[in-house]
């Protein structure tokens, strides 16, 4: 199973739209490459600021 924002998030932030494929990903924050804003990959709210607007989530389902 690969570990990637790309898979549990939209592609780009809720602020400015910074592109979360090139950001860094640290258990479960997200660090927008951009202004530096962190959000939680299992619920979408931002865990560091500039950001104020949660990112959508969608379930997934790893099949083995």
């Known amino acids: 199973m690969r570990n990637s924002v790309e898979e549990n998030t939209r592609l780009l932030g809720t602020h400015?739209?910074?592109?979360?494929?090139?950001?860094?990903?640290e258990g479960y924050e997200v660090e927008c490459p951009w202004h530096g804003s962190k959000f939680d990959v299992r619920?979408?709210?931002?865990?560091?600021?500039?950001?104020?607007?949660?990112?959508?989530?969608?379930?997934?389902?790893?099949?083995?």
């Open 43 to 64: 619920t979408g709210e931002p865990t560091r600021s500039p950001a104020t607007r949660a990112e959508p989530t969608y379930e997934i389902k790893v099949v083995c």
């Open 16 to 25: 400015v739209g910074g592109p979360f494929a090139k950001g860094t990903l």
